[in-house]
């Protein structure tokens, strides 16, 4: 079974940055892989998905010049710097993982899922 495991996450002052990690156990040829968050009592929501096969990247305008997604082919590692953090982007960030593509923002596109890591915005 594939895990994921995403680490990084912590607390920062408005306008700091933070750099996620996530680490796959699969074989990395998935369709996409990608950033969710959620925020306390709202839905998952996609942030940024990154395709393994050719390093195409997605990511939800509201992110857009903020936040950027890279990976790692050999470590099997994807990663978010996320830049000029904002109140609102306080949230656990999920890394997932699809393997049947579709829609890369929506949550039921992706197979698998990590734990999560805290991300907090002090204003």
């Known amino acids: 079974q594939v895990q994921l495991v995403e680490s990084g996450g912590g607390s920062v002052q408005t306008g700091g940055s933070l750099k996620l990690s996530c680490v796959t156990s699969?074989?990395?040829?998935?369709?996409?892989m990608a950033w969710f968050r959620q925020a306390a009592g709202k839905e998952r929501e996609g942030v940024a998905a990154?395709?393994?096969?050719?390093?195409?990247?997605f990511y939800a305008e509201y992110v857009k010049g903020r936040f950027t997604m890279f990976h790692d082919n050999a470590k099997k590692t994807v990663y978010l710097e996320m830049n000029s953090l904002k109140p609102e982007d306080r949230a656990v960030y999920y890394c997932?993982?699809?393997?049947?593509?579709?829609?890369?923002?929506?949550?039921?596109?992706?197979?698998?899922w990590g734990q999560g890591t805290q991300v907090t915005v002090s204003s």
């Open positions: 699969g074989s990395y040829a998935s369709y996409y």
């Open positions: 990154l395709v393994p096969a050719n390093s195409r990247t």
């Open positions: 997932a993982e699809s393997w049947d593509g579709g829609q890369w923002w929506v949550s039921k596109s992706y197979q698998y």
